[in-house]
C-alpha cells in the first residue's frame, strides 16, 4: 500500500517562506512524476509545480521565481520551498506522484493547509 504523507503547512506572514514535505511510503514501486497542486476557496485545484524522477521541473507563472520543487529520489520526497509568499498564496497545498507497480497509479496525498496572513 503506498501512501503520500505530507507535512510542513502553517501561518505565515506576507514575505515569510515555508517549505512543504511529502514522502511516499510503501515498498516495491518507483516514483516517476511528483508534483504540487493548490485550492484555495472557492477556486479549482491547480498545479504549482512539478518535477520528473529525472530532474526536469515545470511551474506555474503565479509561482516562478518564489517557489522551487526539489527532489530526493532515494528517500520518495518531494519539497516545496516557498520564499516571498504572498496572501493569495493561501490554499490546500496537496502532494500528487505517479507512481509503478507493475502499471503507473496516481495518488493524492492528504493536503496540507498554508495560509499566509498579516
Known amino acids: 500500500q503506498v501512501q503520500l504523507v505530507e507535512s510542513g503547512g502553517g501561518l505565515v506572514q506576507p514575505g515569510g517562506s515555508l517549505r512543504l514535505s511529502c514522502a511516499a511510503s510503501?515498498?516495491?514501486?518507483?516514483?516517476?512524476?511528483m508534483s504540487w497542486y493548490r485550492q484555495a476557496p472557492g477556486k479549482q485545484r491547480e498545479l504549482v509545480a512539478s518535477?520528473?524522477?529525472?530532474?526536469?521541473?515545470n511551474y506555474a507563472d503565479s509561482v516562478k521565481g518564489r517557489f522551487t520543487i526539489s527532489r530526493d529520489n532515494a528517500k520518495n520526497t518531494v519539497y516545496l520551498q516557498m520564499n516571498s509568499l504572498k496572501l493569495e498564496d493561501t490554499a490546500v497545498y496537496y502532494c500528487?506522484?505517479?507512481?509503478?507497480?507493475?502499471?503507473?497509479?496516481?495518488?493524492w496525498g492528504q493536503g496540507t493547509q498554508v495560509t499566509v496572513s498579516s
Open positions: 500528487y506522484a505517479v507512481i509503478k507497480i507493475r502499471n503507473h497509479y496516481a495518488y
Open positions: 510503501g515498498s516495491g514501486f518507483s516514483v516517476n512524476v
Open positions: 518535477a520528473t524522477s529525472g530532474g526536469s521541473t
